[in-house]
């Protein structure tokens, strides 16, 4: 009985500290800038050996270009238009290249079939 009692307080507290929180703070915004591969600055999201090792293969754009992934340990990296670059994790699906910025979107997660690049103008 005195865990319930326990937990409806911690409920409680919870909720009150959540009504303290700024409202002029968006969530997301401050995890938006973790995200990004430039600068040194961490990535949130990890890439197990496994995943990697099951998104090798080669995968045909809708430009008519095939590109292909390797994998080495738990790092991906891409051979497109004759070079080759890393992959940086920036979400379960989402991979940015490290050199050019290129997105890369896989459709899933490991076993992809579906893969999209958009290349960024620098």
């Known amino acids: 009985m005195r865990n ?22 968006a969530p ?18 990890r890439l197990s050996a496994q995943e990697a090792q099951h998104m090798r293969g080669a995968f045909r754009l809708a430009d008519g270009r095939t590109i292909t992934v390797t994998s080495r340990a738990s790092k991906l990296f891409v051979d497109m238009d004759g070079k080759r670059e890393e992959l940086v994790p920036v979400g379960p699906q989402q991979f940015v290249g490290r050199d050019t910025g290129a997105r890369v979107s896989f459709n899933q997660v490991p076993y992809a079939d579906e893969v999209v690049v958009n290349v960024a103008a620098r």
Request: charged share 5%; glycine share 8%.
């Open 4 to 25: 319930k009692q326990v937990l409806v307080f911690l409920g409680a507290l919870m909720l009150s500290v959540s009504a303290l929180a700024d409202p002029s703070i």
């Open 28 to 45: 997301s915004s401050a995890m938006a800038n973790a995200a990004q591969p430039q600068g040194g600055t961490a990535v949130m999201y």
